[in-house]
């Protein structure tokens, strides 16, 4: 089975500064999501990435995808404490199925930003 | 939209004892999925299903029990509960199942078994 590892486990950053959350698959990634999870709360959908090479931007947050490598990595610019949370990888494994849709995820990297 | 609701937020069950965990979505997705989140392990696949009627395991589904007969609804059965299955449950819904189609999450129901 496809397991994604998350680096680092936890952040801990000053507000305005820039950082980055890797992730990398043990096996080929076919598509890889990004999701923020905030205490007490659902995971909320930030970012698809489906082609080697692809970069997707939403806001202060950059996501890319290097499929030869099999890692994506999320960069967030100027940091805010709106920042703050867990952030997860989820891959979708190649040759998963038509209709298929079984995400495996990351263990999560923690965000904390300190005013 | 109140997009994908789970109930309740909170439970405490005893050893032994049975719950069914509600979790329907407004948006009309086809497929509708049900992961466990513990700390530290990330979120496991318990069972999931691709319509009305039709449901299928996941990664962890011991334990647990699924039926799928509306659309809107797609509930989770403890039938004896155990410690182990103390955890944040997480129901979630696509609308294709496909590559193309993030999944949206409900707000989780917190679990605890003692």
């Known amino acids: 089975s496809q397991e994604l590892e998350q680096s680092p486990q936890s952040l801990i950053v000053q507000e305005g500064k820039n950082l980055t959350i890797n992730c990398t698959s043990s096996k080929t990634l076919y598509g890889l999501y990004w999701y923020k999870q905030k205490y007490g709360e659902g995971l909320i959908f930030l970012m698809m990435l489906q082609k080697g090479g692809e970069e997707k931007s939403h806001e202060k947050i950059t996501a890319k995808l290097d499929e030869k490598k099999q890692q994506s990595s999320l960069h967030i610019t100027a940091s805010q404490p709106s920042h703050a949370g867990i952030y997860l990888c989820?891959?979708?494994?190649?040759?998963?199925?038509?209709?298929?849709?079984?995400?495996?995820f990351g263990k999560g990297t923690k965000l904390s930003v300190i005013p | 939209n109140a997009g994908v609701t789970q109930t309740p937020k909170f439970r405490i069950l005893k050893i032994g004892q049975s719950m069914t965990l509600q979790c329907t979505q407004d948006?009309?997705?086809?497929?509708m999925y049900w992961y466990r989140q513990d700390p530290g392990m990330g979120l496991k696949l318990i069972y999931y299903s691709v319509g009305a009627g039709i449901t299928d395991k996941g990664e962890v589904p011991n334990g647990y029990n699924v039926s799928r007969s509306t659309t809107e609804d797609f509930p989770l059965r403890l039938e004896l509960a155990a410690p182990s299955q103390t955890s944040v449950y997480f129901c979630a819904s696509s609308g294709t199942g496909g590559r193309n189609s993030p999944l949206h999450f409900g707000n989780g129901t917190r679990l605890t078994v003692t």
């Open positions: 989820g891959a979708d494994p190649l040759g998963s199925g038509a209709g298929s849709y079984q995400l495996t």
């Open positions: 948006m009309n997705h086809n497929y």
